[in-house]
């Protein structure tokens, strides 16, 4: 199981690793790209150290297509949960996942940045 700083177990990685499972996640930008296009995306995950610009066009990208993202954990991290290698973005395909993760966020004082609402 994966644990967060405090040495916890990590509601919101281990929502990820079940949703991996179940096949409702889509991760490598070209897939996460391609998931926010075509409607396919219920959240976006960005990983807290990818690049400058990587946050800045999935931030957009989810702006303009009204999906909500997420900056959380790091590309490591993120991959781990998935059973992976590291991953710098990934989108949550089916809507139960998607508002577990975002509910988990909420109600967290853990997260490091907000999620981001699209408008």
Known sequence: ???????????????????????NVVSGGFATEQAVKS??????MIARDASDNTKKKFSNMCKFYEVPYLIYGEKEVLGHAMGKEERTSLAVTDVGFADSIQKHLKDSEDCAEQLQESR
């Open 39 to 44: 409607g396919k995306a219920c959240l976006v």
């Open 1 to 23: 199981m994966s644990h967060n700083s405090a040495g916890r177990p990590d509601r919101v990685l281990s929502l990820l690793g079940l949703a991996t499972r179940s096949r």
